[in-house]
């Protein structure tokens, strides 16, 4: 009886040795494609596609130009390498006087 269970257990070995095999396979499998997606969402794969990355002294990204405008040193983080750039407020647009209207039509033409 205990030699008939030892042969039922062998049979059953090669089987269960490949369905442990297939499982990892199929797992490593889902894992790499999870970190390939993952890589390509990455923000260091943006800036190789030419963008940059605005942090402020303290290495917090800066998302607009407004805060921007508020920080004096920043730093540029592109693909190869980071920048210190110091800001400074541009003047703001003046708008043009209104002109007068006298009642005539410009010439078009």
């Known amino acids: 009886m205990l030699s008939n269970a030892k042969n039922a257990l062998l049979q059953l070995k090669q089987p269960m040795e490949n369905a442990v095999k297939n499982l990892l396979i199929h797992s490593q ?3 790499e494609t999870a970190e390939r997606l993952l890589e390509s969402c990455s923000y260091e794969r943006v800036l190789e596609r030419g963008f940059a990355l605005v942090l ?3 290495s917090r990204p800066v998302s607009c130009a407004a805060d921007a405008a508020k920080k004096s040193n920043l730093n540029l983080k592109f693909a190869d390498g980071t920048v210190s750039v110091t800001t400074s407020l541009s ?3 003046t708008h043009s006087p209104k002109r007068t209207d006298d009642g005539q039509q410009e010439m078009l033409l």
Do not use: F, G, T
């Open 29 to 31: 499998n889902s894992l």
């Open 56 to 58: 402020d002294s303290a």
């Open 91 to 93: 003047p703001k647009k």
